[in-house]
């Protein structure tokens, strides 16, 4: 791909071009810019005059030589040189940064056990996550209570003793039924939350209340008081 621009040096331009008139410093300039974009400018007067946009003087062609002016040209050689540079320095920073990511990293045990009489290959990255793999507790699978399974954890809940569920979950579908709602478990869990607010504080005791009876001492219980 050719270069979109080229260096452009002031002091030298108006140097070089202080004796020329408006006229001819612009047509210099458009006889540049067309050399540099095309490689060298037509020798033909009249092509010549469209592109400078001006009949050009024998002082504007003195610039040119064979079509070409000689400062631009340099310019052109030392702009892709550097380019060249630029381009070499890219594709040996590549190939560093390639060879150091291909180069395996051995931990100090890797290089003991390389050192080491024992056949076994040091590991490789690929190893040390199937062990780590292999490491991990594997997780149990969850399983899905079946209706009679999660009615009957429902039934042995400390949360739900006073409470018959079988009445309530009737209850709760008749619900769902007349307000076109879904019994599901979810709901039928706040459903019993509900329930068990609302249910009275004397609940049947785990252990039924046994009486202490003690026999009357002699005299009567009156000789006591």
């Known amino acids: 791909m050719k270069p979109p621009a080229f260096q452009f040096y002031p002091d030298d331009f108006i140097g070089g071009t202080c004796d ?17 974009s095309k490689g060298k400018i037509p020798s033909c007067g009249k092509k010549l005059a469209r592109i400078a946009g001006t009949n050009v ?38 190939q560093k940064r390639w060879q150091n990511h291909s ?6 045990l890797a290089e003991g056990m390389a050192n080491d009489s024992s056949p076994s290959p040091s590991p490789s990255p690929s190893s040390k996550s199937s062990t780590n793999s292999i490491l991990k507790k594997p997780r149990k699978p969850k399983t899905e209570l079946t209706d009679q399974e999660w009615m009957a954890e429902l ?5 739900n003793q006073g409470i018959n569920i079988d009445t309530e979950y009737a209850r709760a579908c008749d619900w769902c039924r ?10 039928f869990g706040n459903w019993l939350k509900k329930a068990a607010e609302d249910k009275p504080l004397a609940i049947v005791a785990k252990k ?11 005299g009567g219980w009156k000789s006591c008081l």
């Open 20 to 36: 020329m008139t408006a006229k001819e410093v612009g047509a210099f300039i458009r006889l540049l810019c067309f050399q540099w």
């Open 57 to 94: 003087t024998p002082d504007v062609l003195a610039k040119f030589n064979d079509g070409m002016n000689q400062r631009l040209e340099n310019e052109r050689a030392k702009l892709e040189e550097y380019r060249k540079q630029k381009t070499a320095s890219g594709k040996n920073g590549a």
């Open 103 to 108: 180069t395996p990293i051995v931990s100090p």
């Open 155 to 159: 039934k042995a809940s400390p949360e």
């Open 178 to 187: 007349k307000n076109n709602r879904t019994p599901s478990r979810r709901f």
């Open 208 to 218: 039924p209340f046994q009486s202490v009876t003690h026999n009357a001492p002699k």
